[in-house]
């Protein structure tokens, strides 16, 4: 399949946005006073008309799980593009005609989830059937590389959701869409035994791991989670996806004990909000040790935690810090984007930025940040 990208090349100003970033005072929680600093207008060709699960990526081969190089968009449509942006310059811009897509490609399948380890990024077919394979991966730099895909092959179903690698790049986690699988509640792990950068087997089901490589955890429904690598063991963040069957409960998976652990038993009361189903836990605050949790709503809007050192336990008396009703974020904008399905999400580990879009906004990245100026300390006990 021949694929259509779109260049953006801006090499030397994207090092020096990088080192301003890093030198940059910190302006405190992006929730503490928010405000909307531009919205991005993503050009024809480069998204779908419903974005799912963004994620950051990067090269570190290190901790990848808090690479936030750069931003991946995805979306749930029939192949549907997925496009590439520096994080540092979406911090930096001051609007959106400082701001471009490095690059976008046209992804055969549904394309609901992708990690990056090394250079590769990898993205999943969610709700395909076996003929098609399950993974593909293309060079993070897809600027100067090749108009070619490599095709990662594994003992697993063409019906991924998100997935995610491990923060050492030696294991994978998936989870499916397709009910008939039977794995809509279920994380499945694989070893990584192959190269990302060839066509070919590259994924081993460890099952010595669980059930045959299987956990299935307490969730009717796992639509999405996130993989971060806490005081030194990598730890798996989700909630309750289908909140027909169960609670808006959260929970995290230490995947080398097994134990699955409550973090948050409701994480939206009955009739709360439009629909309570969890399509996003995020985490902020790893590089510091000052963490927090972050649980959006299918149409609910979002509520943020105070997290324990270790990543186990929600503290202020399991009380969220702050809450952002769909209303407040639509107010935000000034849109109508979070009155619908909104499931696209990131916050950067420090937790100044914030990034979002929505189904009825579905070309948009409302960037948004606190107030420059707000004190960190009226925050830091709610």
Known sequence: MKKSVFLFACFGA?????????????QGYWWAAPELKYVEIMEDGTHGTSPHYWTFGGPDENDSTNDQTYLYSQDSGTNAYFCQYVVAELRAAENADEVAHRW?????????????????VMIG??????????????P?????????????????????????????GTLLYTNHYVSDTGSRSSLQRYQVTGSLENNGVAFTRDVNWKDNGV??????????FTVRYINGKDLIFYGEGATTS?????YVLDPESGEETLLVENVFSAGEVEDADIVN????????????????????????????????????????VA??????????????????HCRAYEVTDDHEYAFFSSHNAYDSIFVIRTQPGTAVKSWENQ
């Open 215 to 224: 956990f299935l955890s307490s969730v009717a429904r796992l639509r999405n």
């Open 323 to 340: 809450v952002l009703t769909t209303d407040d974020l639509n107010a935000i904008t000034g849109s109508e984007a979070f009155s619908s």
């Open 14 to 26: 994207l090092l020096s946005l990088t080192v301003g970033i890093q030198s940059a005072a910190a």
């Open 125 to 138: 077919n969610g709700g395909q059937s076996q003929e098609i394979q399950p993974f593909y991966a293309y």
């Open 104 to 120: 976008a490609i046209d992804h055969i399948g549904l394309p609901k989830g992708c990690s990056q380890f090394g250079r590769f």
């Open 246 to 250: 169960g609670p808006s409960s959260v």
């Open 140 to 168: 993070d730099d897809y600027t100067i590389g090749p108009d070619s895909e490599n095709i990662l092959e594994a003992d697993v179903s063409a019906d991924c959701d998100p997935l995610h690698f491990n923060h050492d």
């Open 281 to 320: 836990v995020k985490l902020s605050g790893v590089t510091s040790g000052n963490l927090f949790l972050h649980v959006m709503g299918n149409i609910g809007g979002l509520k943020i935690y105070a997290l324990s050192p270790d990543a186990m336990q929600v503290e202020n008396g399991g009380e969220p």
